[in-house]
Structures are given as C-alpha cells and as structure tokens.
C-alpha cells in the first residue's frame, strides 16, 4: 500500500512540475489546465488511499485505461511510417516560430523533411503557415530559411503563407500545387510531430489530400501536454 501511495503522490508531483516547465516554453491551453487537475488528483489519490474503498480502486484503474490506450494508439500511428520515398511532394506542416526563429518542435518536422528529401531528392518541399503572434515572418519563410541553411536547394521549396490552421495549411498548399506545379495531380508525403500525425492525415482527407505519413520526434518533456491537447483536439475532430 505505502509504495502505491508513493508512486501516485511523486507521479503526481512530477507531473505538477513539468507542466510548470511547459508554461515557460510553451502557450498555454485547456491541456496545460487538465493536466494541473490530474496532478492534483494523483496526489490527493495517493494521500487517501487506504481509505477508499476497492470498488473505487477498480473504477478509477478503468477509467484511467482509456486515455492511455488513446495515447498508446496516438503514438503508434505517428510513429509507424508508411511513406515510399517517391511521392512528389513532402508538406511539412506550420508550427510555432518565435521572431524568425522556429520552435523545437518545428525544427523537428523540417529536420524530418530534409533526411526524406536526402532519399527522394526529385520531390519538391512545401512548407506551410502565414503570420503567427510571437513572428516577424511568416513560418513558411522561417522554414525555407532554416531549410536554405541546410543545404536544400531553393527551387525545391514551395511556400504556402496564408494558412492559418492545419486545414488551411493543407487545403491552401493542395491550390498551390494543382495550379502552379501538378495540374495532373500529385503524391504527398506528409511531415507533422508523431502526436500530430493521426489528426493531420484525416484532416488532409477532408482537404482532398491522400497523403502518406512521416512523424518527426517530440521531445519526451512535451509528451503530457501535447497527448492531452492532441486527445482533446481528436475528439473535437470526431464530433465536428
């Protein structure tokens, strides 16, 4: 009993903290806010757990079973590659860009797209997303750029610099491509961090984009905030 109480209290403890640290990082959500509540819970938990009772135990372990099997399947799915190397086109989807700097984790997406491009050097690298808040440029510039640096040749980089959400990161690149490279059609690799992966491959359906998939690598620290905010934003998708 006492080292279930322990583990319950320091996971909750340990989780109270990194939120505190993706607050510093990171813009707040709903995410950032669940996850302080469960935290709690899980200390709370720990602290009275001798006294509740076991018809309790077995509902709270049930309950619990079904967000981290979400979260298992999440991860998975982005993280299982299904991409052939001779797509037309790799889309790497907009994220956070601070000034003209990208975030981590959109470092990541492009880090991805470039060793794709290294094997498949004939497709063309489209990068997504207007002006963001915290920018001074739009993300699809800020990645050229970062691309540019890297050894990616200028004339292989498409830019999409309107969009705003991933649908219209999606929707707004599909326009570009059909009217200005591949009147005929194309294939698309798709490059979004793994958690993301599930949610942009269907939301890239509804933007008449078939589209292969490649996760790129989330920092373990993001893991609690970003499979939260991700399991969230799936639902909404589903019930839209």
Do not use: Q
């Not at 319950?8 to 707040?28: E, S």
């Not at 790497?92 to 981590?104: D, H, I, K, P």
């Not at 920018?135 to 990616?152: D, H, K, V």
């Not at 793994?194 to 989330?218: C, K, L, P, Q, W």
Request: proline residues 3%; aromatic residues 12%.
């Amino acid at each position: 009993m006492l080292i279930k109480k322990l583990i319950l209290i320091t996971l909750g403890a340990l989780l109270l903290i990194n939120v505190g640290f993706m607050y510093t990082v990171a813009n707040p959500t709903i995410a950032f806010h669940l996850l302080v509540v469960i935290a709690l819970a899980l200390i709370l938990y720990g602290i009275f757990y001798n006294k509740i009772s076991r018809k309790i135990h077995i509902i709270v372990t049930s309950a619990c079973a079904i967000p981290l099997a979400f979260v298992l399947f999440l991860f998975i799915y982005g993280n299982v590659s299904n991409v052939t190397y001779t797509e037309d086109v790799v889309i790497v989807l907009g994220a956070g860009v601070r000034g003209e700097t990208v975030s981590r984790p959109l470092a990541s997406r492009l880090d991805t797209a470039i060793e794709y491009w290294n094997r498949n050097p004939d497709a063309y690298i489209v990068v997504t997303g207007g002006l963001g808040n915290l920018a001074t440029i739009t993300e699809a510039e800020a990645m050229s750029r970062y691309l540019i640096r890297r050894g990616i040749p200028e004339n292989r980089i498409i830019l999409e610099e309107s969009s705003t959400s991933t649908y219209e990161n999606l929707a707004f690149a599909r326009e570009i491509l059909l009217n200005e490279h591949f009147p005929n059609g194309f294939s698309a690799a798709l490059v979004t961090n793994d958690f993301h992966i599930y949610r942009a491959v269907r939301t890239a359906r509804s933007a008449g984009i078939e589209v292969n998939r490649i996760g790129a690598y989330t920092d373990w620290y993001a893991w609690p905030v970003n499979y939260m905010r991700e399991m969230l934003a799936v639902l909404n998708f589903k019930l839209r």
